[in-house]
């Protein structure tokens, strides 16, 4: 056979891996999420920017990918002057980029806020993507801890407009500098312990899931799994690993902060780091913020690349169940901190900033679980059907289409084959329509048109048995007026929503 005879291969429809698709109903419950963040967001005076999905792989910084593997981490490409560009990574680094190239016509202290989607060139795995949205808010030039404290004020007050009650979340905060202060206090300090400081710092932010035993393992020798994989300890003394466990142990700073400042007493960092977490406890707690939303919790260790200061975590505190029908807690959906140094990188100058940002996907999963999100589907339009296909009749649909739309009311005319019209209310029924709008020819003689309730003739033909008493009762339809056409859909849309709403609250 040669190849003039030879069939054209089909494309296959395939989804990258790491990647979704988004359906409708997705969107919508991110929408009505975003807008209720950033109405919290602007209320505590912050405005919106935005920046590109790339950026020059250097700006993305050395705490992202590798300078001479940039394509390490993260999405690259060159630029048709041979300079790497990338889909940035997180919101973080865009934003001090713009900050710096823009630093004399910004006013500081610069309080922004962004939502975006962001990349990783990362193995794909379950609910591990390789995009993802967040939103970010920060502060630029402020240096005092209280824009800190305001931080973690405004996460609480984020959570809590979601729907989350107190009781089930919480915002936890460290501080960098007393983490510093107690490698340096256990003989970890200086860069050529810079090695043994990180296997340390790993160690602790495995304490949820292995526990204080399975910290003590890491800080040691090594930890053997389940599997019988081994992984190598930090290599710490008994004595280095009492003091790691005791700082990371601490439940109630309170009680415990005299001791913490104790056993950093001797280094400058974690002192300066402890002052400023008893600064933010007492700034949240004098603001109405109790331990119960805003708690100092030692164990929190995050973003050690380039958090200079405090660092703050959003966690949920409720159970979920997993995939694998397991009652887990949910955890955290968000974090951030201080980080003085990726503004100063563009400036050759000290730029203090701190900020935190939403995971919005994992978010979403939370508020799904806890029924405060997604659970009104957007209103599906109003079908006006199409019963003659002449210029004229097809004008007067549209038009009655456009009186709908003009009103605020989600209203669309049938585009399919209008000659099968038991089709256009199949159409209908799929879409979920609310109401369908119905004019033949001797309606329009008669200048009226009938409109037909969907939900009402939903819910009769489930109560009614036979169809002596559908006719009786068929209150479902109803003819009007051309004139009264808007305000009779209004009528129904409305006694519609009121049962939604009494639905709600049985």
């Not at 889909?87 to 610069?110: G, K, S």
């Amino acid at each position: 056979m040669n190849d003039k005879n030879k069939k054209p291969q089909k494309l296959k429809a395939r989804l990258p891996r790491g990647f979704v698709d988004r359906t409708s109903a997705d969107i919508h419950a991110t929408d009505e999420m975003i807008g209720k963040i950033r109405e919290v967001y602007e209320r505590y005076g912050f405005d919106p920017v935005e920046t590109p999905l790339f950026e020059y792989t250097d700006a993305l910084g050395k705490f992202l990918p590798d300078s001479d593997r940039p394509n390490e981490g993260v999405f690259s490409l060159t630029d048709d002057d041979d300079q790497w560009m990338s889909l940035r990574y997180d919101l973080t680094a865009p934003l001090a980029r713009h900050v710096a190239e823009n630093f004399n016509e910004i006013q500081l202290p610069y309080r922004t806020y962004r939502a975006g989607y962001v990349f990783r060139n990362e193995k794909p795995g379950p609910g591990r993507f390789r995009q993802f949205m967040q939103f970010d808010a920060d502060t630029v030039g402020a240096p005092g801890v209280q824009a800190d404290a305001e931080m973690c004020m405004m996460m609480a007050d984020t959570l809590e407009a979601l729907g989350i009650r107190r009781g089930d979340y919480v915002i936890r905060v460290n501080n960098r500098k007393v983490l510093d202060g107690v490698m340096e206090a256990i003989g970890l300090g200086g860069d050529d312990k810079a090695s043994q400081r990180l296997n340390v710092l790993r160690a602790i932010d495995k304490l949820d899931k292995f526990g204080p035993e399975g910290v003590r393992l890491l800080l040691g020798e090594g930890r053997k799994d389940e599997s019988g994989d081994f992984t190598k300890g930090a290599g710490l003394g008994p004595g280095q690993i009492e003091k790691v466990l005791f700082f990371v142990g601490i439940k109630d700073y309170d009680q415990s902060a005299a001791e913490l400042g104790q056993l950093v007493a001797g280094t400058a960092q974690g002192s300066e780091g402890v002052d400023e977490l008893n600064t933010i406890g007492a700034l949240a707690t004098g603001a109405g913020y109790g331990p119960d939303r805003i708690k100092i919790d030692p164990s929190v260790v995050r973003g050690l690349e380039y958090y200079t200061g405090p660092v703050f975590e959003a966690e949920l505190l409720f159970d979920v169940t997993n995939e694998k029908g397991e009652k887990v807690v949910f955890g955290s959906v968000g974090g951030g901190g201080r980080y003085d140094g990726l503004v100063s990188r563009f400036m050759g100058q000290p730029v203090p900033a701190t900020g935190f940002s939403i995971g919005v996907s994992r978010l979403m999963t939370a508020l799904k679980n806890l029924g405060k999100l997604g659970q009104d589907e957007a209103l599906a339009p109003v079908l006006v059907t199409v019963m003659d296909g002449d210029v004229e009749s097809m004008g007067r649909y549209q038009r009655f289409t456009q009186q709908l739309r003009a009103e605020g009311i989600r209203a669309e005319m049938y585009q399919g084959n209008w000659k099968k019209f038991g089709n256009q209310l199949k159409y209908a029924d799929r879409r979920g329509c609310p109401i369908a709008i119905i004019q033949g020819g001797d309606e329009r003689a008669q200048g009226v048109v009938q409109i037909k309730d969907l939900i009402e003739g939903k819910r009769l033909s489930g109560e009614i048995e036979d169809n002596a008493a559908w006719r009786e009762a068929r209150v479902a339809q109803e003819t009007v007026p051309e004139a009264d056409l808007v305000a009779k859909v209004k009528e129904i849309l409305a006694a519609q929503a009121e049962d939604r709403r009494r639905a709600k609250d049985v």
